[in-house]
């Protein structure tokens, strides 16, 4: 078993997060990883209070393990479903997308880990200072919203940076990634695109059935024109949209309307021409749908032999 | 010490080559790190054939230890650079932007060991195929000429496609970087951007200083409507380039015209306005100007902890 302070203090056998990913993360799957002995996560998408409190209590009713919320900052929602995570309580309160700051310490008044994901140092200093528990380091080879960095130099920095745990996101996918990320300074890490394969994930079949054929050059990223940039599998619609992001002719409002609805596509109807399938590059490394705890499982297993191994390679 | 197939292989006392960067690596910095027990490597830039033997024999006079050249394979005089390996004989060619098979029969017959830099998992096939002894895995966070994919997702997909070892490349700065490279699935490293640094590299003082002060968002990529994309510093060229990089009115000519002698000013001259600094996100990491034998002692002195400390994450 690995040790690390994420697993004692959140009450876990395996320090690894299910990313919150919206029209993916919901009830069913966070409960899996939870019951897995990770931190499973719902998301609380751009939906409102009653879809989240929904959620979470359907979470409590399959597991009785600890599970988080995330919240994406730019939800039209964002005051209402952070006062739901004030009212039921989630173990763990992960946020994307912007600066928590404003909602935290309501949600620490109510006994909730603030851990929010952050793309550089200076983002992790001010949530730090705010009182979170934690904080995700998420590089941009990650799927969904993504930032400039890479993980592996953007770890160590905000291992530097902070004193709170760091969890590595971004590009992880096997006990390879585990054990990199422990010596980069990580305490533990989250994965997304890994879990949207998971047997328990509620995606249509064809969303796994692309994650699994996707090559090493196959995610492309889109919106940074809009400034929010995501990263996607390369498809009919990340062409389309990507030859309008630069075409001057295109308004800001038109290409965004291009996007609405293309997550739900994707996620509900499994619609290969007009879905964005967020992934990260970690999806050339899933190879098969496999249940929630055989994921996490192999994957720790991967890299305890991996880290016990590796005095081997000084003499 | 650690051990590694390249150091058995090469005679090398540390796994790290030093990167092959246009107006850095010279015969001095190659000596230094070659000296030091890593891999020195000499550019040939977009020179002729006389600026590179001039440089190999330099460095003959400078280290009696095994250094490599680097070649760049969009340079005008690539086939008289590669001709001149051949008669110089240096112990390894590593090659960028580009597949090198057209030159790869005649460099190891010559005895030369031919290491490629590549961004995919299908280019380290095809040079694996055209009897590449190494490849080196260069994730996008790195400085001059970058791929899409990051360095910890393409190591380990590039150590599942080929047999040959595998160096990782990309934001690697300190010992951390190199314990997670091998966690990976490397044998070895490459580093670029704390070489700019060393002591015994030419480059302006400038050019160090601005590495030393760069922090972690401090990079961009320009030069993707090209098809060459580079990451540096953020500076003013690079603002002016990008106002005009999707600018419809500007040609291609025109954009090709804006960063002619970008790399001499920045590197000869540390031109802070119209300098291109190519750098990599590792830049953020790099604290101060030392020796190249300090530098390489002190990361793998860190990486050795570091390993022989990785069961302890397993109880």
Redesign the interface.
């Known amino acids: 078993?690995?040790?690390?302070v994420l697993c004692e203090a959140l009450g876990l056998r395996y320090p690894i997060f299910q990313g919150g990913m919206a029209w993916v993360s919901e009830a069913g799957l966070a409960a899996a990883v939870s019951n897995a002995g990770g931190l499973g996560v719902i998301s609380a998408m751009n939906l409102d209070g009653d879809y989240l409190r929904t959620q979470i209590r359907k979470c409590r009713t399959l597991t009785d393990r600890p599970f988080g919320v995330n919240i994406m900052l730019m939800s039209p929602h964002v005051r209402e479903v952070a006062r739901v995570c004030v009212e039921e309580r989630p173990a763990v309160v992960t946020t994307g997308a912007g600066l928590p700051n404003a909602y935290m310490k309501d949600w620490i008044a109510a006994g909730i880990r603030v851990i929010p994901v952050v793309p550089?140092?200076?983002m992790a200093r001010l949530v730090e200072r705010a009182g979170a528990f934690a904080v995700i380091a998420e590089?941009?080879?990650s799927g969904g919203h993504v930032g400039?960095?890479?993980?592996?130099?953007?770890v160590?920095?905000v291992a530097d940076a902070v004193k709170i745990p760091v969890l590595a996101a971004?590009?992880?996918?096997?006990g390879?990634?585990v054990?990199?990320?422990?010596?980069?300074?990580a305490s533990g890490v989250q994965c997304g695109t890994v879990f949207l394969c998971a047997t328990e994930c509620a995606v249509h079949e064809t969303y796994k059935q692309k994650v699994i054929a996707a090559?090493?050059?196959d995610t492309v990223v889109t919106g940074k024109r809009l400034g929010h940039a995501v990263r996607s599998l390369k498809t009919p619609f990340t062409r389309r949209y990507l030859e309008k992001e630069?075409d001057?002719d295109i308004s800001g409002d038109e290409l965004e309307a291009l996007g609405v609805g293309a997550l739900r596509k994707a996620a509900m109807e499994g619609d290969v021409d007009n879905g964005c399938f967020l992934a990260?590059?970690?999806a050339?490394?899933v190879h098969a749908v496999r249940p929630a705890a055989e994921i996490i499982q192999q994957m720790f297993a991967e890299a305890?032999t991996?880290?016990?191994g590796?005095?081997?390679?000084?003499?």
Chains 1, 2 share one sequence.
């Open positions: 078993m690995m040790t690390s550089s140092t200076a590089g941009g080879e400039d960095l890479s993980t592996m130099t953007l160590p920095q971004g590009g992880i996918a096997d390879r990634g054990a990199a990320a422990m010596m980069l300074g090559g090493d050059i630069y001057p990260g590059q970690a050339a490394m305890e991996l880290l016990r590796a005095p081997q390679w000084v003499k």
